[in-house]
């Protein structure tokens, strides 16, 4: 067996496996009553857009079609670079380096063309939209295009290479403030520089990525580090399925790699008086800061909301602000409830005064800190409005 055989199988058998995920949620009675209509109402609204009329151009007229610069970051920050490395590979890494080399290089190949899709799709979307209300021309946005996909591609290499190092909150801090200083670079340079400069600069992102891809891909340092990140990628669609449900759980993914959360050690000293309540709270909040999964959905509902509030009008500011508390506030609820029914946990009193005081306590606790986030960046959009 060669490695693009290799590769093109686990690709089908990954496919398949997210439509048996997708399957299970969709079944004929969702697709007949909720998905086929909401399909026709989005066609019906993107036809009334095109026209200059309907639902979705009046609110797009009170965005300033600034929703479209929150929609490039938000896909930005999204993606991967899968592998499509299995445990078992390990087996091979012997007598079979090749295949899996190569099996590696047509994963990377796979993973810039579906970042490239992605942003020809979004193109062809949006452009008829554009091109009348910024009066923008097909060749300004064709590199505006270019730069957002080379840029695009250049976070995806720098996730590869955040997996192959310890995770700590020195290297988490700096990685934000990179970010932040990449997006308000690539701001700056979208308004202020011409068109014809931005192609060639997304151009030399792509190629940088591409080089730095292909030379990581010849290295076996983090092989389980990536066979954990390509687990994480091949469950994400379950897990956002299942996030939502009490009764089901998404399969559990071992992390070799993990470290000790933040404040283990200190534990004792920060819950000096041992009780029932303290004890569900520090059950809890260890949980919280070990489970990658629950961090990220909480990390990436922050993100939509952050982004949406800052590029939205007064009036849509409060109304994310009072979504956005609403569904933080369930979401932890549900993530409490599936820490507590841990298999040891069994035959604890839920009805119990000292766990609805726990919960209540952990759960105010971090919507707190995630509402006065949002509530910051009301404040600071606000400046600059």
């Not at 969702?30 to 009046?58: K, M, S």
């Not at 995770?167 to 990685?175: L, P, T, V």
């Amino acid at each position: 067996m060669k490695g693009r055989s290799l590769f093109f199988r686990r690709l089908i058998d990954y496919y398949k496996y997210q439509f048996n995920v997708f399957h299970s949620v969709i079944d004929w009675t969702v697709a007949l009553y909720i998905v086929l209509p909401a399909l026709a109402f989005v066609i019906y609204q993107y036809n009334d857009l095109l026209h200059g009329r309907g639902l979705f151009y009046e609110w797009s007229e009170v965005m300033e079609w600034r929703w479209l610069y929150a929609v490039c970051v938000l896909i930005v920050c999204t993606g991967a670079i899968h592998t499509f490395l299995m445990e078992a590979d390990k087996v091979f890494l012997l007598q079979k380096k090749e295949m899996i080399y190569q099996l590696k290089r047509y994963a990377l190949v796979y993973s810039f063309l579906v970042t490239l899709a992605k942003w020809l799709l979004l193109f062809f979307i949006v452009f008829p939209l554009i091109s009348h209300s910024v009066h923008i021309t097909l060749a300004e946005s064709a590199a505006l295009s270019c730069y957002l996909f080379g840029l695009h591609t250049f976070f995806l290499s720098l996730k590869q290479e955040r997996i192959r190092k310890p995770r700590s909150i020195s290297r988490w801090i700096a990685d934000i403030l990179f970010r932040a200083v990449l997006f308000s670079g690539s701001a700056v340079l979208i308004v202020f520089t011409e068109s014809g400069v931005l192609a060639p600069i997304g151009i030399l992102f792509f190629i940088f990525s591409f080089v730095r891809g292909l030379k990581k891909t010849a290295s076996f340092s983090a092989f389980e580090a990536e066979v954990f990140e390509e687990k994480k990628s091949r469950l994400a669609l379950a897990g956002l399925v299942m996030m939502i449900s009490q009764e089901a759980g998404v399969p559990k993914v071992k992390d070799r790699m993990r470290r000790k959360p933040l404040l283990y050690r200190n534990s004792k000293r920060i819950f000096k008086k041992r009780t029932i309540c303290t004890g569900y709270k520090e059950l809890f909040f260890k949980v919280m800061l070990r489970n990658g999964e629950y961090t990220r959905h909480m990390y990436m509902l922050l993100s939509a909301f952050t982004i949406l509030i800052f590029v939205s009008p007064i009036w849509l500011k409060l109304i994310a602000l009072l979504v956005y508390t609403g569904v933080c506030r369930y979401i932890l609820t549900l993530i409490f409830d599936k820490v507590m029914d841990a298999p040891f946990l069994i035959g604890t009193d839920k009805e119990s005064d000292e766990y609805y005081r726990a919960r209540k306590s952990c759960i105010n606790t971090l919507h707190y800190a995630f509402a006065a986030c949002c509530f910051l960046a009301a404040a600071v959009s606000l400046l600059f409005t």
